[in-house]
C-alpha cells in the first residue's frame, strides 16, 4: 500500500529545478542578496492576481500584519477583532502591536460570522480581521457594511488565500489592507520564510516599504524605529517561478476537491458546501467529522496523512491567558476543533489516492455503523 502523504513540497522540484538553479546564479552572480531586482518584479507580478496596486514583499506573513496594522496606525489602546480558530499568528500580530485581539465566533464553514463580529464592537474598535481560512474567503461584503458603519478598518489576513475571490473581487483588494503568507505549506509558497502586504493606498505602502527596512528613508535617516523584514532575491526568484505554474496548481486543488465533495457525498462528513459568489483556492480541504481522532488514526494506519488545523483555539492556549476568555466562550469554535480534519488536498495527489482515501473513510463510518 503506496503512502498518501499530507504534502509533497519536493515533488515538483525537477519541473522547476533549471528555473531555480538559473535563479540561484543571477542572484549570486550579482551578489544582490536582499531587496534585489527580482523583489520589485516579484511586487508587480503579485499585484495583478491581487487586484491591488500595491504589493510590499516581506520576510513573512506574519510581518505582513504586524508592519500593516502599524503602517494603518492600529496600536496600544485599540481593539482588532478576530476569529479565535485561525492559526496564531492573526492574535501574535494584533499584540505585538500594542492592541487587544477580540474574538468573534465563526461560522459552519470555519470563517468568522459577521453578526458576532457585529456584536464585539466597542468604542475603541479599530479594526475587524477576517481570516480568509482554509483558502475560503469570508463574507466580506457584511463584513465591509459593518466596518464602515462603525468606522473601522477592515484587514483581511489572507496568508490561506492567495488567488481567492469573492465575488469577483480578489483576496487582497477586499479589505484595506491584505496579508499573505509565501511559507512553503502555502499554495505560492518560497523556499523558506516569506509574505507580502497588499493595498490601493500609496502611503500606507510606502510606510510599509519604510518599517521593512529599519525605518529608513535614506541611506542615514531613520524616519521611525522600524524592523529589518525584507524578502531575500532568492526568495523573489523562487516566488515568480511559482507564480507561473501557479493557476494550473489551484485548479488541481480546486478539482480534487470537487472530487471528494463527490465521493463523500453519502458518508457522515460535513464538508462546507462551495457558494456560487466564492471561488476556493483550498489551501487545506477540511472536513468536520464525529470521531475525529479515531478516524485519524484510521487513516495514519492505512497510509494516508491528515492534519488538524487547529486543534487549540486560540483564546484557550497558554499565551491568551492574559485576554480572559474561558473555555465555552466561542461554542462554534471549540466544537470546530474537535470535529475538524484536513485531508490531503495537494496538486500532486493522483485520482486513484483520492478515492482511496474516500473509501478510507466511508469504510471507517461504515463499519461503525453495522
Ligand atoms: C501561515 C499563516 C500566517 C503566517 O504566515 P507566516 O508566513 O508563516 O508568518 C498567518 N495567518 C494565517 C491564517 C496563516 O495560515
Redesign the pocket.
Known amino acids: 500500500m503506496a503512502e498518501i502523504p499530507y504534502v509533497r513540497l519536493n515533488a515538483d522540484y525537477g519541473e522547476i529545478r533549471a528555473d531555480v538553479i538559473a535563479a540561484v546564479d543571477r542572484v549570486f552572480g550579482k551578489g544582490d542578496f536582499i531587496l534585489g531586482e527580482a523583489v520589485e518584479r516579484f511586487e508587480q507580478a503579485a499585484a495583478r492576481p491581487c487586484g491591488v496596486a500595491h504589493v510590499v514583499a516581506l520576510n513573512?506573513?506574519?510581518?505582513?500584519?504586524i508592519l500593516g496594522m502599524k503602517a494603518l496606525g492600529i496600536g496600544p489602546g485599540d481593539e482588532v477583532i478576530t476569529q479565535p480558530n485561525?492559526?496564531v499568528?492573526?492574535a501574535a500580530a494584533i499584540v505585538h502591536i500594542g492592541a487587544t485581539p477580540v474574538f468573534a465566533d465563526v461560522l459552519p464553514d470555519q470563517n468568522i460570522d459577521p453578526d458576532q463580529v457585529a456584536a464585539a464592537v466597542t468604542p475603541r474598535t479599530k479594526a475587524i480581521m477576517a481570516?480568509h481560512?482554509t483558502g475560503r474567503c469570508a463574507q466580506m461584503d457584511r463584513l465591509r457594511a459593518i466596518a464602515d458603519r462603525h468606522r473601522v478598518l477592515l484587514i483581511e489576513?489572507a496568508?490561506?488565500a492567495f488567488g481567492s475571490k469573492y465575488r469577483g473581487v480578489d483576496a487582497g483588494a477586499l479589505g484595506d489592507l491584505g496579508?499573505f503568507?509565501?511559507?512553503p505549506?502555502?499554495n505560492l509558497n518560497a523556499a523558506g520564510?516569506?509574505?507580502f502586504a497588499t493595498t490601493n493606498d500609496a502611503a500606507v505602502a510606502e510606510r510599509i516599504r519604510r518599517l521593512r527596512n529599519h525605518g529608513l528613508v535614506d541611506r542615514n535617516t531613520v524616519s521611525e524605529w522600524g524592523y529589518a523584514s525584507r524578502l531575500d532575491t532568492l526568495q523573489a526568484e523562487v516566488l515568480l517561478i511559482r507564480l507561473q505554474g501557479l493557476s494550473s496548481v489551484i485548479e488541481r486543488r480546486r478539482a480534487n476537491a470537487a472530487r471528494y465533495q463527490g465521493l463523500l457525498a453519502s458518508a457522515p462528513v460535513f464538508c462546507p458546501p462551495d457558494r456560487p459568489e466564492e471561488f476556493n483556492t483550498f489551501?487545506t480541504f477540511v472536513i468536520q467529522v464525529d470521531r475525529r481522532d479515531e478516524l485519524r488514526t484510521h487513516l495514519l494506519e492505512n497510509k494516508i496523512g491528515a492534519a488538524i488545523h487547529y486543534p487549540v483555539p486560540l483564546h484557550l492556549q497558554p499565551a491568551a491567558a492574559h485576554l480572559g476568555y474561558k473555555a465555552g466562550a466561542f461554542p462554534v469554535t471549540e466544537r470546530q476543533a474537535q470535529r475538524i480534519l484536513s485531508l490531503p488536498i495537494h496538486q500532486h495527489l493522483a485520482e486513484a489516492d483520492i478515492v482511496r482515501v474516500a473509501e478510507c473513510i466511508s469504510a471507517f463510518y461504515g463499519a461503525a455503523r453495522s
Not at 513573512?60 to 500584519?65: F, I, V
Request: aromatic share 4%; proline share 0%.
Open positions: 513573512s506573513g506574519t510581518d505582513a500584519l485561525s492559526f499568528a492573526s481570516v481560512l489576513d496568508a490561506q496579508c503568507s509565501a511559507h505549506l502555502k520564510d516569506g509574505g489551501h
